[in-house]
């Protein structure tokens, strides 16, 4: 089991970048998908982007053009990069690894943008 550890979140105006950070435990190419979710208070869980095993990358409709979601193998570390944030960005940020069968979830990180 891996474990997923997040990092990078905090308070930032609109229109300001943050940069987070998931360290895994394992190689990250033991997963199909790599992936950032996000969860708004009220909300459910949302994902953001995701990244696959072999390269190819999705986004969130929200977050197209502003996000960007990247790796770095021998270091075991996803990142999203976050550019001209928006207080609709405001949530709790969450990793996750995917096999076929199962997610594999961090503790999560706040990010906070405001107005």
């Known amino acids: 089991q891996v474990q997923l550890v997040e990092s990078g979140g905090g308070l930032v105006q609109a229109g300001g970048s943050l940069r987070l950070s998931c360290a895994a435990s394992?190689?990250?190419?033991?997963?199909?998908?790599m992936d950032w979710y996000r969860q708004a208070p009220g909300k459910q869980r949302e994902l953001v982007a995701a990244?696959?095993?072999?390269?190819?990358?999705n986004y969130a409709d929200s977050v197209k053009g502003r996000f960007t979601i990247s790796r770095d193998v021998p270091k075991n570390t996803v990142s999203l990069q976050m550019n001209s944030l928006k207080p609709e960005d405001t949530a709790v940020y969450y990793c996750?690894?995917?096999?076929?069968?199962?997610?594999?979830w961090g503790q999560g990180t706040q990010v906070t943008v405001s107005s």
């Open positions: 996750a690894a995917e096999t076929g069968y199962t997610h594999y």
């Open positions: 990244l696959t095993r072999g390269g190819s990358t």
């Open positions: 394992k190689s990250i190419f033991s997963y199909s998908t």
